[in-house]
C-alpha cells in the first residue's frame, strides 16, 4: 500500500494556502468586474484541495501538479474569479522542472498553458476579440515557474557536477598515493633483497672450505639489511614529504653498497646536478637502483656500467650490463615500474638485449619536471608497449 510522506515546509506551504485561497478567491469574486460566477461548493472545495495538495510537493511532485492543474482548469471553465490559486500550478510546475529536469519541464509548461486557456476559454463567455492577449499570458504564466526552476535546476547540477569532480581528485590522490607506495617499496626490498640472496649463495657456496669468506657475506647480509630497512623508512618519509628525495649522492652510495658485496659496477657522472628538479632526481635514483637491481637478479656477476649526464634541459640515464639479458623471461613489475617514472616526469625510456650480448637501459628525462597525475598512463598498457618494444625478448621477471 503506497503511503504519503509530508515534507515540514511543505506543510507550512500548505497550511498558509489554504486560508489564503480562500480570502483571496472570495474578494476577488466580490468586485464582479467582469460579472464571475460566485463560489459555490465544488469552487471551495477546489480551493481547499489546490492549497492542502501542497503538502506533498516534494515528496510527489507530478501528483500535485496534476491535482493543482486540475483545480485550476475547473475553476476557470465554472468562470470563478481569477485568484491566488495558480500560485499552487506554478510551484508545482517549478518543482517538476527542478526534480525532473528541463525538458520535463518544458512539456509541464506546454501542457499548463494549454489546459489553462481551454479552461478560461469554456468559462469566459461574452469575452471580446481583444482576450486574445490574456489567453496568451496563460503560457507566460507557465514558463515564468519555468525559469525559476530551471534557475535552480541548473545550479544544482553545478554543484553535484563539482561535487563529483573533488571526489574523484581526492580518488586519484590516493590511488596516486598508493601507487607511490607500492613502486617506494618494489623498488627498494627489490634490490635489497637481491643483493642478500646474491651474498647468502655465496656463504653456502664456502661455508664449508673459507668459513671467514661465508662470514664477510653475512655481515654484508646484515650491513645491507640495516640499510634496507633504513631507505624503506626513507622512502616511507618521502612520501610522507619529510625528507628530501635521494640525488645524485644517494646514486654514489648505492654504487658504492654493490661494489662492497662483491658486484663489479662503474660509475661516471657528467654535468652539475643542482639545477635538477627534486621529481627528476628521484626518478633517476629508482631506474638506476632498478636496473642494477636487475643486473644482480638476472645477470649474475656480469660488469654494470652506469653513466648519468646532467644538463640544463636534460638528464640522460644509461645502465649496461655485459651478461646474459637476451633470455626470453616475462616482463614484471620491475620494467613497469621504471616505464611509469619515466613517463610520470614526461620523460623517456628504453631497454632491451643488447645486440653483442648484456642488456641496456637507457632514460632521458626533463631537467626541470612535474610529475603526471596517475590518469595519464595505464600500466597494463605500459607492459604490453615494454613487450612489444623489445620484440619479444622479454628482459626478465622483473626487469
Not at 553545478?158 to 563529483?164: L, P, V
Not at 663489479?264 to 627534486?278: D, P, Q
Request: some cysteine; charged content about 25%; aromatic content about 4%.
Amino acid at each position: 500500500m503506497r503511503t504519503f510522506r509530508f515534507a515540514k515546509w511543505d506543510m507550512l506551504v500548505a497550511v498558509l494556502a489554504v486560508p489564503l485561497y480562500l480570502l483571496g478567491t472570495h474578494f476577488a469574486s466580490l468586485t464582479r468586474v467582469p460579472p464571475y460566477r460566485a463560489l459555490d461548493g465544488l469552487a471551495y472545495a477546489m480551493l481547499i484541495i489546490a492549497g492542502a495538495a501542497l503538502g506533498l510537493r516534494s515528496t510527489h511532485p507530478g501528483l500535485v501538479y496534476a491535482v493543482t492543474l486540475a483545480c485550476c482548469a475547473i475553476v476557470l471553465g465554472r468562470h470563478h474569479a481569477y485568484g491566488p490559486i495558480f500560485l499552487s500550478v506554478c510551484l508545482a510546475l517549478s518543482t517538476i522542472v527542478t526534480r525532473y529536469g528541463l525538458r520535463p519541464g518544458l512539456a509541464a509548461v506546454g501542457l499548463t498553458g494549454t489546459v489553462l486557456l481551454v479552461s478560461d476559454i469554456v468559462g469566459g463567455t461574452g469575452r471580446s476579440g481583444d482576450d486574445m492577449l490574456i489567453w496568451l499570458a496563460w503560457y507566460t504564466l507557465a514558463l515564468l515557474p519555468f525559469g525559476v526552476g530551471a534557475v535552480i535546476r541548473v545550479e544544482r547540477d553545478r554543484r553535484a557536477a563539482e561535487a563529483k569532480a573533488d571526489d574523484e581528485r581526492h580518488l586519484l590522490r590516493a590511488q596516486e598515493e598508493r601507487l607511490a607506495i607500492a613502486r617506494e617499496i618494489h623498488d627498494v626490498l627489490g634490490h635489497s633483497l637481491s643483493v642478500i640472496s646474491m651474498r647468502a649463495g655465496v656463504a653456502l657456496h664456502v661455508a664449508d672450505r673459507t668459513p671467514a669468506e661465508a662470514i664477510d657475506a653475512l655481515q654484508a647480509i646484515r650491513r645491507i639489511s640495516k640499510q634496507s630497512l633504513d631507505e624503506l623508512r626513507g622512502a616511507l618519509d618521502i612520501i610522507r614529504e619529510r625528507r628530501p628525495t635521494p640525488g645524485e649522492e644517494d646514486i654514489h652510495r648505492l654504487v658504492a653498497s654493490l661494489r662492497a658485496a662483491g658486484q663489479e659496477v662503474t660509475l661516471v657522472t657528467t654535468g652539475n646536478s643542482s639545477g635538477i628538479s627534486a621529481t627528476t632526481e628521484h626518478a633517476v635514483y629508482r631506474i638506476v637502483q632498478e636496473s642494477l637491481t636487475n643486473v644482480v637478479r638476472h645477470a649474475g656477476h656480469a660488469r654494470a656500467q652506469v653513466r648519468v649526464g646532467y644538463s640544463a634541459e636534460e638528464v640522460t640515464v644509461s645502465v649496461v650490463d655485459d651478461g646474459g639479458g637476451g633470455t626470453v623471461r616475462k616482463v614484471g613489475y620491475g620494467i613497469t615500474g621504471m616505464r611509469e617514472r619515466a613517463r610520470a616526469v614526461h620523460g623517456t625510456l628504453a631497454l632491451g638485449p643488447r645486440a653483442g650480448g648484456g642488456f641496456e637501459v637507457t632514460a632521458r628525462l626533463p631537467a626541470r619536471a612535474e610529475r603526471k597525475t596517475a590518469r595519464d598512463d595505464d600500466p597494463i598498457d605500459l607492459a604490453r608497449q615494454d613487450s612489444a618494444e623489445m620484440g619479444g625478448h622479454d628482459p626478465g621477471a622483473d626487469r
